[in-house]
């Protein structure tokens, strides 16, 4: 059973960075086939998905975020990273991580697995 937990920060100030790391447990980010990704959840709005690395180590962003947006790995602690740029207090949110089957020419739509969420406040 794959879990997933994200840690880090859960107050930045606005202008810095926004770090956060997801640690997966129970699989390998690199033998198993998934999209390892990073959505959001802003106060009273919808799921916003981030980007994602491949277990290939391919990585793959939101346009809107792409310029702020960084997303890596450290196979060797199994974990996959987060960091957005100059954050602002639109940028609060929960932030989730999430697994989505990898299928060659095939888009699937929803999340396989998914983090507990971590509160994250942008505020001086």
């Known amino acids: 059973q794959v879990q997933l937990q994200e840690s880090g920060p859960g107050l930045v100030k606005p202008s810095q960075t926004l770090s956060l790391t997801c640690t997966v447990s129970?699989?390998?980010?690199?033998?198993?086939?998934?999209?390892w990704s990073w959505l959001r959840q802003p106060p009273g709005k919808g799921l916003e998905w981030m980007g994602a690395i491949s277990y290939n180590g391919y990585t793959f962003y939101s346009p809107s975020l792409k310029s702020r947006t960084s997303i890596s790995r450290d196979t060797s602690k199994n974990q996959f990273t987060l960091q957005l740029k100059s954050v602002t207090p639109e940028d609060t949110a929960v932030y989730y991580c999430?697994?989505?089957?990898?299928?060659?020419?095939?888009?699937?739509?929803?999340?396989?697995?998914w983090g507990q969420g971590t509160q994250v406040t942008v505020s001086a």
């Open positions: 999430a697994a989505k089957i990898f299928i060659s020419g095939v888009t699937t739509p929803n999340y396989d697995y």
């Open positions: 129970g699989g390998s980010i690199t033998t198993d086939y998934y999209y």
